[in-house]
């Protein structure tokens, strides 16, 4: 027990405020779930399959594509959380846009699927502003020894408060309370949750970085040719494009469900549930491998679990199983998705070095983020050809993945 405390020395002040962060942001994404939640949403106003693909692209390509600018703004900056806190402002009051949009426009459809997707869309800029500067606070204050850790603790009990807010989620769509109050009041308990959460995190004191001579967003384009050559860097960005396209088919798990199985709505927090309660114990599997094996390994074993997602809802919707078993689809989903949070992050500060974190960070994320817009060319295959041709191409997609993550560099 001595040796064991000795070679794991408490969290400071700022981990513990880190760890903090992440559980209550974890408790949001688990009322703001963008594949199930706001999917379901977008479902219950009657979206087209197009659109209900644009909404995870928005949350996630619309936080990576601004990280190359980022990176040329924060770079001669010797403290980066001043950028976050403004960022955390736009994000708080796009939620609460998202809130009240749903709470008095859903009897106009277009109108308020417009408004949603264009708050959306705000949040998820100001969340790719808020990105950089995040992981470069994390990387000064918590060794990199302690990083596997670290974020295995947050996505350990964060995963737990998820599933309490799955646990709501399905309470809620269950409860007598008329829809659209019903998701109203889903997304005002998720912005609360990431409010606060942002606030913890802007408390952190943050040592000083070393003065960087200034940069502007064409030297950042210029560079970029320069961190490609480092072919560490060009196999995991391969890897994470891969991932990107085959991630086409996520948003369409519980759409699928609804439309073409029949699963009635309060099933969506089910599935919550599903996502969010495999999460703690899967983090604990995923720190031991990081902590282990390295990120290489994760991130190859979280590939496998996620091309058994689709397999999964194909399996389900050939033989028409009950909702029960359809929870599996979500289960896999949430495995492979703790992997890839810890995995990747882990992998990339390991694989960047300090002098130019800035640029691996934002080259890495501005690439990846136009391909995290999959979901929307989904969409209209699912129009076009049905969600079973979609499923079986992003199972192809990450079988490809899979492979080429025996490229990725084995020491990080």
Known sequence: MTATRSSRP??????????????????????????????????RLGAPNAVIGLLPAIAGGGWMLPQLLVAARVRPLAYKLPVYRSAALVRMLSYLAMVLVAATLADHPALCLSLFVLAMLTNAIASGVAGLPFLEVVSKIVPPGRRARFFGIRNLYGGLLAFGAGLGVR???????????????????????YTVGYGVFGQVKEPPDTPLPPGNFREELRSVPTTLADRHFRAFLT???????????????????????HYPAATLGVFVMALTGAAPLSNIVWQRVAERKGSRRIIRYATFFAGLAP????????????????????????????GFNLGHTNHLLNLAPPDARSRYI??????????????????FLADVAGYRLLFGLSIALFAAAWWQCGRLRRDA
């Open 362 to 379: 934002g080259t890495l994320n501005t690439l990846v983020g136009a391909a995290l817009f999959a979901p929307v060319l989904g969409g």
């Open 171 to 193: 309470a809620i769509l269950a409860s007598d309370l008329d829809f659209p109050l019903n998701y109203a009041l889903i997304f005002l308990l998720g912005t609360v949750a």
């Open 239 to 261: 890897v994470r494009l891969l991932l990107a396209a085959a991630s086409m088919s996520e948003p369409f798990y519980a759409v699928y469900a609804l439309r073409d199985l």
């Open 10 to 43: 408490a969290w400071n002040r700022d981990e513990r405020l880190g760890i903090l962060n992440g559980w209550l942001v974890f408790l949001g994404d688990g009322f703001l779930s963008v594949s199930v939640v706001v999917a379901g949403f977008a479902a």
């Open 311 to 338: 397999l999964a809802a194909l399996t389900v919707g050939a033989l028409h199983l009950p909702a029960a078993a359809y929870l599996l689809v979500f289960i896999l989903s949430s495995v492979a998705a703790q």
